[in-house]
């Protein structure tokens, strides 16, 4: 039998994370861990909760003791383990702390790295990652830029909303302009025409790049992503609208590209499969994380060979991050096997 624990950890953040659906100044995420009691290597996960799919740390723990009581100790195979899973289906983030574990305790086994384990491309020694700003007053974006160093990363995402996005990107691209930006609305627009008539006042800024623009209205906007789609002077990719399952003949009507998160995609093997079929349809790929430590950025980078953007900044914005397994400099992420 193997032994699973899994331990709550809350998270001071460096500064209040606001994005258009909600405000945060600390978080509570969940480290799960798998050994052999004979001995061997241990293999971590790590769990984030997004509120945006119904997940809380209470729950997580909850279904955590469901799936104990259910055998979960018992699977000794990572096919076993998917059986277990697509029977008793607990929560995106939960499912991927469960295979993130059991895969770095299985590669260790077979003395493979887990990209290798995954079949995944070997991931490059230095990943450049995307910086985010959260939505905040826009007098306080130039003393925030200077605070965080945010001139030294390559490509930066901002979070808007209707109310400031506008003055929002004004401030950033006045501290620095001509820096690739991802505007990212997390799904704050209802009206496509609203939206369109933001982008034309948008594109006046002067020393405005926008890489792409991400999710700016609800995933059940079918038919106002299509139109968007055609019209949008930036590609626009797909978030909200991409979780475990998802019909990519849809999604390629209404996007130019797909940002895959594991915690949504529920696992490393579902979020290999979403990356490949986003390129199979000749989209863009992106690698995201929610906000994490950085056991799940290390988790994220086993993919990152697949992504053209990386957005993996979320253990950045923690105030104590426990596990230094990546570090960054000048806007890349270091990490080691």
Known sequence: MLVWSLTPHTLPLRFTWKISRNASTFKTNLILQVH????????????????????????IQQE??????????????EAELHEFLATHTPAHALRFA?????????????????????????????????FTLPIMEPEAVAAFVREQGMARFQTLKVKVNQESGF???????????GRPLIIDGNETWHDVDTLLQFVERVTTLPGLHVRLL???????????????????????????SVTDTTDFESIAQQFHGVNMKLMKAGGYRNGL???????????????GCMVET???IWGALQVSGLAQVCDLDGF????????????????QLYWHE
């Open 36 to 59: 052999d009691p004979a001995g061997g290597p241990i293999g971590r996960g790590e769990a984030a909760p997004n509120v945006r799919y119904g997940e809380t740390p209470e729950g």
């Open 64 to 77: 955590f003791s469901a799936l104990q009581q259910a055998g979960l100790g018992a699977v000794r195979t």
């Open 98 to 130: 469960i295979e993130a574990a059991f895969v770095q305790w299985a590669a260790a086994q077979a003395g493979q790295a887990v990209w290798q384990w995954l079949g995944a491309p070997q991931p490059a020694v230095a990943v450049p990652t995307a």
């Open 167 to 177: 003055e929002l990107l004004q401030a950033l691209v006045q501290e620095l302009p």
């Open 214 to 240: 991400e999710q700016p209205m609800p995933a059940t906007h079918v038919a106002d992503y299509q139109y968007l789609r055609a019209r949008s002077p930036w590609p626009v990719f797909a978030d909200e």
């Open 273 to 287: 499969r979403i990356l490949r079929e986003t390129q199979a349809h000749g989209l863009q790929t992106m690698v």
């Open 294 to 296: 950085s056991l799940g």
């Open 316 to 331: 950045l914005i923690l105030r104590d991050e426990p596990f230094n397994l990546v570090h960054e400099e000048t806007g």
